[in-house]
């Protein structure tokens, strides 16, 4: 019995033996295995950086180019925070300075945003260069941008500029009644890019303020008084100096020239058919249709109530008969 149990024994040890031999000889199998995957060896790698010193080192190594972007950073908000400034203060001198000019509202709005806007581009262009971006990149960019808008927007900006021309040099005004291009009217708006105006029959004309900056403006209420100029005509047997009194008449008569201007009659052309007569006043600019039409109204009445003939075409027509 006993040499039974010592047997059995023997045998456990023996397995048991075998058995450490096995596991060990698979722990290092696995081993071998983990080791030589590509995978194991990245997951090695990122856990050895997980390391607390690891960790330490790289925090360390990153400081100076940390603590060099927070002191550009910190530059380029404080030339922000000085451009904004003075922005601020050059925009609110400058809109004093249009307020004493009296400058037109929409041009004074239009140059303080353009002014604003090239003070922030100033100190934008400082604070990326000090951000370290090259300052020759920026240079380009701006210039391509601007080449390529200036070439699309040719046309318009033409008139704005000439808006611009028009509200400083002033050559018209709301309400002034103009002659523009074989175009006239009364000035409804001044716009940055167009100008309206009225006519007299309530149609609307739309003018770039390009073209009008560049061609011949007749302002004709521009002034405060305006003369009256008409020229009539009568024929050679007529009574000369009875209808130069009677011009006169008119003109003194009526109610809208001004009695302490000089009126003036006289011949002015020996035409073909007829004398022409001419004769001036002067009438307050808001007076000048009322006055013109009533004088040509009166002409033709107190003429043919005097017996003065006024000239027309005639045609003579010869009818032949035949034999």
Not at 56 to 69: N, Q, R, S, V, Y
Not at 242 to 265: F, P, S
Not at 290 to 311: M, Q, V
């Amino acid at each position: 019995m006993i040499f039974h149990t010592i047997t059995g024994l023997g045998e456990l040890t023996s397995f048991l033996t075998a058995t450490g031999d096995v596991a060990e000889t698979s722990a290092s199998a696995l081993t071998d295995i983990l080791t030589a995957t590509p995978a194991s060896a990245e997951i090695q790698q990122d856990l050895q950086q997980l390391k607390p010193n690891v960790i330490l080192e790289t925090i360390k190594g990153w400081t100076p180019g940390l603590f060099a972007l927070g002191y550009r950073l910190l530059a380029a908000g404080i030339i922000m925070f000085i451009g904004t400034r003075a922005a601020q203060f050059v925009r609110s001198f400058l809109k004093r300075t249009f307020q004493r000019m009296d400058l037109d509202l929409s041009v004074s709005k239009f140059l303080l945003s353009v002014v604003n806007a090239g003070i922030y581009a100033i100190f934008a262009f400082v604070a990326l260069d000090k951000l370290g971006v090259p300052s020759a990149s920026i240079v380009a960019l701006l210039g391509s941008a601007g080449l390529a808008i200036g070439l699309s927007l040719q046309g318009s900006l033409g008139n704005v500029a000439g808006g611009i021309l028009i509200m400083m040099t002033r050559p018209f005004k709301l309400h002034d009644y103009i002659v523009f291009g074989g175009m006239e009217g009364t000035v409804q708006s001044i716009g940055l890019a167009y100008t309206t105006l009225t006519t007299v029959d309530n149609k609307k004309i739309t003018i770039p303020n390009g073209s009008i900056s560049n061609g011949t403006i007749v302002n004709v209420t521009a002034q405060e008084k305006r003369r009256v100029d008409v020229s009539v005509g009568i024929s050679y047997e007529s009574d000369l100096k009875l209808a130069k009194n009677v011009l006169r008449e008119i003109y003194e008569n009526n109610e809208w020239i001004l009695k302490d201007e000089d009126i003036t009659v006289f011949v002015s052309e020996l035409a073909d058919s007829a004398v022409m007569i001419g004769a001036r006043g002067w009438v307050k600019t808001a007076d000048y249709w009322s006055a013109y039409f009533d004088i040509t109204e009166k002409i033709k009445l107190e003429f043919d109530r005097a017996g003065i003939e006024i000239p027309y075409n005639k045609m003579d027509v010869t009818i032949k008969k035949g034999n």
